[in-house]
């Protein structure tokens, strides 16, 4: 008998293992929490805060990754495990002795997603493999990877963020990963910086780097979206007789040989299929304003040698409705500024007193000269996360006109082609879809709210059906990276995201486009006339990110087009960055266009250069005591961030030491010079002294001395005076 039996102890229990002790079996059966095992695939935690509900702590590793696949699928096995196992020691060994929160779980998930899906694109399995440079390549991917798949279009600190957290957690707990047996990081993942200020390179990148879309694909979309909102939406309006079917039920001729009898119109599949298949064959498509031939074959041309004629015809036509619905959305979004999801949170509906759109109202410019079309809607991405609402310019009209924004027009449109089934929605929203197929639905099916993904998709084929890219060059105009538009001719367009529109209504409210078709530029100016006067851009904080992310945009593409010499940039502030930009260019050499527009972005960064755009120049506020249009007014020095717009002109412009003018300026400075030297001439002709005209001859030489520094063709402008002079005195 042992002594340990004779003294009356019982046996020693066996000693437990630690958890890094344990073997994949044993792994599989450790707890997480009372509720889960590691081997679940959904791990739940109790979370004691009152009122939290079961869900709000539970990490499903079901995670769908950004190509489609789970990671619970077979080829995610590594990845799975060590996300598993890191999330574990979070919770059991915590580098900083103190557990994350249960409530904290579900955004686990979303960290690992993004990590996971850019090491899922590029090849990569296991931590050791996140060498120096693969975290370099990956924070310099990161914003253009986000911006692909992110539903926002801007990319916030706190997003960029989560995508960079498992990073800082792979360095930090990998002392606790190595003895779970995955080999971590081998050095700082930042370079000893932290993760807030890697996110806010990022998300500043976000917002100057992204690109809106490009002129030689914007152009045409916006025209086409434009043109379908006149004739071919008032022609789709009328094929909806199709889904309404009014002669259902109603007395009606009906032709016997010679004679017409009266009779009940059936209301059975078969009487409502020949009534389609009638009234289709015999519709005629309109023509548009300044065009010659209808703008749609006749349904009959195309389908005459089928036998299904009635549904491939419904199929057309539902084709056609899309396309105008479609254009609807990209005219609204591309010419208010909106987030997509605020365009799907638009109400359906016209005001029966005012006979506007819903929640659309008419507002008198304090001037008392224009009407602006306003629509209040609610914003959904506030910073205190609950939705408030705004206030969306939709354009604006002189006092008494009965002249229609298009966007105001787009909304009217949209509720007339939803009619036929808004009496069987449940839901207020005016954008509705449904999966059902290539027809039209019937008009006593039920749709439901529209999705983002949904009219991301539905727009992509409407620049496929009909915006032809084949043609385009492999660069555009204004390029920031070689081939910049081979993507998108190779891909049809389906490169684009909704999120672009809205950087294009920034780049063409900031400065009009004079190829857009007469009433986008018109809608354009109006919303820039809108804001200059009326303040509503200090109402609504998104157009204020929407103008701030372009205006980026547009000093990085100024400054980048002078290093590569595409532009001469002219006024006192413009001789100075020539010469900055001088200096990089000796610096970056012989680097591909993508590196040096990168390299010309990151300077501008660091410089920190702001830039406020208006037409007759650029002002870039670095010497402020010496600020023109605020040593008229007398502004303290330290006051002067921003040029003061109540005594900015063009003749102080000109001469300041913060100014800057480039070829995009060229179009005021032609007309400026045009318009004076055809006053002066036609006052010599007229013998009135020269001395009345010294102003005017002041501007003409100011004119005239900016537009050679642009390399301006001055015999085609002086050949222009000539013109006009002629034609006056004709």
């Given at each position: 008998?042992?002594?340990?039996?004779?003294?009356?102890?019982?046996a020693?229990?066996?000693?437990?293992?630690?958890?890094?002790?344990?073997?994949?079996?044993?792994l599989?059966?450790?707890?997480?929490?009372?509720?889960?095992?590691?081997?679940?695939?959904?791990?739940s935690?109790?979370?004691p805060?009152?009122?939290?509900?079961?869900g709000?702590?539970?990490l499903?590793w079901?995670?769908?990754?950004?190509?489609?696949?789970?990671?619970?699928?077979?080829?995610?096995?590594?990845?799975?495990?060590?996300?598993?196992?890191?999330t574990?020691?979070?919770?059991?060994?915590?580098?900083?002795?103190?557990?994350?929160?249960?409530?904290?779980?579900?955004?686990?998930?979303?960290?690992?997603?993004?990590?996971?899906?850019?090491?899922?694109?590029?090849?990569?399995?296991?931590?050791?493999?996140?060498?120096?440079?693969?975290?370099?390549?990956?924070?310099?991917?990161?914003?253009?990877?986000m911006?692909?798949?992110?539903?926002?279009?801007?990319?916030?600190?706190?997003?960029?963020?989560?995508?960079?957290?498992?990073?800082?957690?792979?360095?930090?707990?990998?002392?606790?990963?190595?003895?779970?047996?995955?080999?971590?990081?081998?050095?700082?993942?930042?370079?000893?910086?932290g993760?807030?200020?890697?996110?806010?390179?990022?998300?500043?990148?976000?917002?100057?780097?992204?690109?809106?879309?490009?002129?030689e694909?914007?152009?045409?979309?916006?025209?086409?979206?434009?043109?379908?909102?006149?004739?071919?939406?008032?022609?789709?309006?009328?094929?909806?007789?199709?889904?309404?079917?009014?002669?259902?039920?109603?007395?009606?001729?009906?032709?016997?040989?010679?004679?017409?009898?009266?009779?009940?119109?059936?209301?059975?599949?078969?009487?409502?299929?020949?009534?389609?298949?009638?009234?289709?064959?015999?519709?005629?498509?309109?023509?548009?304003?300044?065009?010659?031939?209808?703008?749609?074959?006749?349904?009959d041309?195309?389908?005459?040698?089928?036998?299904e004629?009635?549904?491939?015809?419904?199929?057309?036509?539902?084709?056609?409705?899309?396309?105008v619905?479609?254009?609807?959305?990209?005219?609204?979004?591309?010419?208010?500024g909106?987030?997509?999801?605020?365009?799907?949170?638009?109400?359906?509906?016209?005001?029966?007193?005012?006979?506007?759109?819903?929640?659309?109202?008419?507002?008198k410019?304090?001037?008392?000269?224009?009407?602006?079309?306003?629509?209040?809607?609610?914003?959904?991405?506030?910073?205190?996360?609950?939705?408030?609402?705004?206030?969306?310019?939709?354009?604006?009209?002189?006092?008494?006109?009965?002249?229609?924004?298009?966007?105001?027009?787009?909304?009217?449109?949209?509720?007339?082609?939803?009619?036929?089934?808004?009496?069987?929605?449940?839901s207020?929203?005016?954008f509705?879809?449904?999966?059902?197929?290539?027809?039209?639905?019937?008009?006593?099916?039920?749709?439901?709210?529209?999705?983002?993904?949904?009219?991301?998709?539905?727009?992509k084929?409407?620049?496929?059906?009909?915006?032809?890219?084949?043609?385009?060059?492999?660069?555009?105009?204004?390029?920031s990276?070689?081939?910049?538009?081979?993507?998108?001719?190779?891909?049809?367009?389906?490169?684009?995201?909704?999120?672009?529109?809205?950087?294009?209504?920034?780049?063409f409210?900031?400065?009009?486009?004079?190829?857009?078709?007469?009433?986008?530029?018109?809608q354009?100016?109006?919303?820039s006339?809108?804001?200059?006067?009326?303040?509503?851009?200090?109402?609504?904080?998104?157009?204020?990110?929407?103008?701030?992310?372009?205006?980026?945009?547009?000093?990085?593409?100024?400054?980048?087009?002078?290093?590569?010499?595409?532009?001469?940039?002219?006024?006192?502030?413009?001789?100075?960055?020539?010469?900055?930009?001088?200096?990089?260019?000796?610096?970056?050499?012989?680097?591909?266009?993508?590196?040096?527009?990168?390299?010309?972005?990151?300077w501008?960064?660091?410089?920190?250069?702001?830039?406020?755009?208006?037409?007759?120049?650029?002002?870039?506020?670095?010497?402020?005591?010496?600020?023109?249009?605020?040593?008229?007014?007398?502004?303290?020095?330290?006051?002067?961030?921003?040029?003061?717009?109540?005594?900015r002109?063009?003749?102080?412009?000109?001469?300041?030491?913060?100014?800057?003018?480039?070829?995009?300026?060229e179009?005021?400075?032609?007309?400026?010079?045009?318009?004076?030297e055809?006053?002066?001439?036609?006052?010599?002709?007229?013998?009135?002294?020269?001395?009345?005209?010294?102003?005017i001859?002041?501007?003409?030489?100011?004119?005239?001395?900016?537009?050679?520094?642009?390399?301006?063709?001055?015999?085609?402008?002086?050949?222009?005076?000539?013109?006009?002079?002629?034609?006056?005195?004709?």
């Amino acid at each position: 008998m042992s002594n340990t039996r004779y003294l009356g102890l019982s046996a020693p229990a066996p000693k437990k293992k630690k958890i890094y002790e344990l073997n994949d079996e044993e792994l599989g059966l450790y707890c997480i929490s009372s509720n889960s095992q590691f081997k679940d695939v959904v791990w739940s935690f109790i979370n004691p805060t009152p009122g939290a509900r079961k869900g709000d702590s539970n990490l499903n590793w079901e995670i769908e990754l950004l190509d489609g696949s789970r990671l619970t699928d077979q080829q995610h096995v590594e990845r799975i495990r060590w996300a598993k196992i890191l999330t574990l020691t979070l919770f059991v060994l915590p580098v900083k002795g103190r557990a994350p929160a249960p409530g904290s779980a579900p955004g686990l998930r979303h960290e690992f997603k993004w990590i996971l899906s850019w090491m899922s694109e590029r090849g990569y399995h296991s931590p050791s493999e996140l060498t120096p440079s693969v975290i370099q390549q990956y924070i310099e991917e990161l914003y253009h990877f986000m911006i692909r798949h992110c539903s926002d279009e801007e990319i916030s600190v706190s997003t960029a963020i989560r995508a960079l957290a498992p990073l800082m957690r792979l360095w930090d707990q990998r002392s606790a990963l190595e003895k779970m047996g995955v080999k971590s990081l081998s050095n700082h993942p930042f370079e000893g910086k932290g993760t807030h200020a890697v996110a806010k390179e990022i998300a500043t990148k976000a917002q100057g780097w992204i690109k809106p879309i490009p002129d030689e694909v914007a152009i045409p979309l916006l025209n086409k979206a434009a043109w379908f909102l006149e004739t071919p939406a008032d022609d789709v309006i009328k094929l909806l007789d199709v889904v309404r079917d009014p002669s259902a039920g109603v007395v009606v001729p009906i032709e016997r040989g010679e004679y017409i009898s009266m009779c009940k119109a059936g209301e059975g599949k078969s009487s409502r299929l020949r009534r389609a298949k009638k009234f289709l064959d015999n519709f005629q498509f309109g023509t548009p304003t300044g065009e010659e031939n209808p703008w749609h074959e006749s349904l009959d041309v195309k389908y005459n040698a089928t036998s299904e004629r009635s549904a491939r015809k419904m199929e057309r036509v539902r084709e056609l409705w899309e396309s105008v619905r479609d254009a609807a959305a990209i005219v609204i979004q591309s010419t208010s500024g909106m987030r997509i999801s605020e365009l799907l949170g638009i109400k359906a509906g016209i005001d029966s007193e005012t006979g506007l759109p819903r929640d659309v109202r008419l507002e008198k410019s304090p001037t008392g000269l224009y009407e602006w079309f306003v629509l209040r809607s609610v914003l959904s991405k506030t910073d205190d996360g609950l939705p408030r609402e705004v206030d969306w310019v939709l354009g604006m009209r002189p006092g008494g006109s009965v002249q229609m924004p298009l966007a105001v027009r787009a909304l009217y449109i949209l509720n007339k082609i939803y009619e036929p089934w808004r009496t069987n929605t449940q839901s207020e929203y005016l954008f509705l879809s449904k999966g059902m197929g290539k027809l039209l639905p019937l008009a006593s099916t039920s749709l439901r709210a529209m999705s983002n993904d949904t009219l991301n998709v539905t727009i992509k084929r409407f620049i496929e059906r009909w915006i032809d890219l084949s043609r385009l060059p492999d660069e555009s105009k204004h390029k920031s990276e070689d081939n910049d538009l081979i993507p998108w001719r190779e891909s049809k367009g389906s490169i684009f995201s909704t999120h672009m529109l809205r950087k294009t209504w920034a780049q063409f409210t900031l400065a009009c486009d004079p190829r857009l078709l007469p009433v986008i530029q018109m809608q354009f100016h109006h919303l820039s006339l809108a804001m200059t006067e009326g303040g509503y851009i200090g109402r609504n904080p998104l157009l204020i990110e929407a103008l701030d992310s372009i205006s980026l945009q547009k000093r990085n593409l100024m400054l980048f087009e002078s290093l590569t010499g595409k532009t001469l940039l002219a006024g006192r502030m413009g001789e100075q960055l020539e010469q900055e930009m001088a200096r990089l260019r000796a610096t970056v050499g012989e680097l591909s266009t993508s590196e040096k527009w990168k390299s010309t972005a990151e300077w501008a960064d660091s410089h920190d250069l702001q830039m406020f755009f208006s037409a007759h120049a650029t002002c870039c506020p670095t010497r402020t005591s010496e600020m023109r249009c605020h040593d008229t007014a007398r502004t303290p020095v330290w006051l002067r961030k921003e040029p003061n717009s109540a005594t900015r002109e063009p003749s102080l412009c000109a001469g300041c030491a913060c100014a800057v003018m480039d070829k995009s300026h060229e179009p005021f400075w032609s007309e400026r010079y045009v318009t004076s030297e055809v006053t002066i001439k036609a006052a010599s002709v007229a013998e009135i002294k020269q001395g009345y005209f010294r102003e005017i001859r002041f501007r003409a030489e100011q004119a005239r001395n900016i537009l050679k520094k642009f390399g301006a063709d001055m015999e085609k402008l002086d050949a222009q005076v000539r013109l006009s002079l002629e034609q006056e005195y004709a």
